[in-house]
């Protein structure tokens, strides 16, 4: 019979450290999404990790350090653009990919020569992070599950599974991290997060890589989260409907599979929640802040499965900025069921 996983307070650091450095594994809150984390070089404490989530071994997982020189003791090598991105964004919700060092389990990186690495700028993880060393910190959920972004949610997905959760509150960005591929020539965009493309060119040049619309060649492996396997999912069926007559389609589906017996749900902007009629809206916030809309998805996606909906029609947005995060996790929940209207 599994033990029940302890909820920590943000008061019991040096505890949640102590099993850590025991090679336990603890959910701990960051600026993004709660992290699953174990020791990084203790590879059967990240193993773990892996159990715990049912997570498939070959997408890799990123380090989570509390200082550049611990991030640099990591890594071989950090180029004179990622030490300028490092500056220009960390901490913060911004994940660099590069070169391995040798001292890193295989088992971190996925047996790629490489290694994601970021500094989170939230206290409590910073704080725990300097307490147990570096940790090796995917979200904290079942796989393919939608992220955490309360400590409840952990516990929904992981009680029994793991030592403990530190309960930091609700998180703020809501969606993980960007990652940037630093080993390509020029950087590649391998995961929108919080810190946006625009934002990136800013400091030197990066493209979109294929693999964030889901095109990974057969055979090849994901380099970052989040790039090869279905993710985000609720149990519900999610459409995602982009296009300018997204509403209109949105409607139509609904009422064919509400014929069908099936229990709907919408999530879209606020500011057009008041539009359907005779269906679970799902407000996720205004077009005009798009930061509230990414904290708001993940919470929307599991309050799908407790209101027991069966199909959840939800209303695509445009891709600039954070936009471009929030459709790139909308289009992972959805899987195939993308449409354009």
Not at 26 to 52: D, K, M, R, W
Not at 213 to 226: A, D, I, M, T, V
Not at 306 to 331: F, P, Q, T, Y
Request: charged residues 20%; glycine residues 10%; negative net charge.
């Amino acid at each position: 019979m599994a033990v029940r996983t302890l909820l920590l307070g943000t008061n019991e650091l040096d505890r949640a450290a102590a099993l850590l450095r025991a090679g336990q594994c603890v959910a701990f809150p960051t600026e993004t999404v709660y992290g699953l984390g174990a020791s990084a070089l203790n590879p059967q404490a990240v193993e773990g990790i892996f159990a715990a989530k049912g997570r498939p071994q070959d997408n890799p997982l990123i380090v989570h350090c509390a200082s550049q020189e611990q991030a640099a003791e990591l890594v071989t090598d950090i180029p004179e653009e990622a030490a300028a991105l490092m500056k220009a964004f960390w901490p913060g919700p911004l994940t660099l990919v590069l070169p391995k060092g040798p001292q890193v389990p295989d088992v971190v990186s996925a047996g790629l020569d490489t290694l994601a690495v970021r500094i989170p700028s939230h206290p409590v993880a910073l704080r725990l992070i300097e307490l147990a060393g570096p940790l090796a910190a995917p979200s904290a959920n079942l796989s393919g599950r939608p992220s955490p972004t309360k400590a409840e949610h952990v516990m929904t997905d992981l009680d029994g599974r793991i030592a403990a959760v530190v309960d930091g509150g609700e998180t703020g960005w809501g969606v993980e991290s960007t990652v940037v591929d630093c080993v390509s020539r020029p950087f590649r965009l391998l995961r929108p997060g919080g810190v946006t493309l625009e934002e990136l060119n800013t400091v030197c040049q990066v493209v979109v890589d294929p693999g964030v619309y889901g095109e990974l060649n057969q055979g090849e492996k994901p380099r970052s989260p989040g790039m090869k396997y279905r993710h985000y999912a609720p149990n519900a069926q999610v459409f995602l409907v982009a296009g300018d007559r997204a509403e209109e389609c949105i409607k139509e589906l609904a009422e064919e599979h509400q014929r069908r017996g099936c229990k709907v749900g919408v999530m879209v902007p606020t500011e057009h929640a008041s539009r359907y009629s005779g269906i679970t809206v799902l407000p996720m916030g205004s077009t005009a802040n798009l930061q509230e809309i990414s904290a708001s998805i993940y919470r929307l996606l599991r309050e799908a499965d407790e209101l027991r909906i069966d199909v959840l029609l939800v209303e695509g947005i445009s891709e600039e900025g954070l936009g471009m995060a929030i459709m790139n996790r909308l289009r992972r929940a959805a899987g195939e069921r993308i449409i354009f209207a």
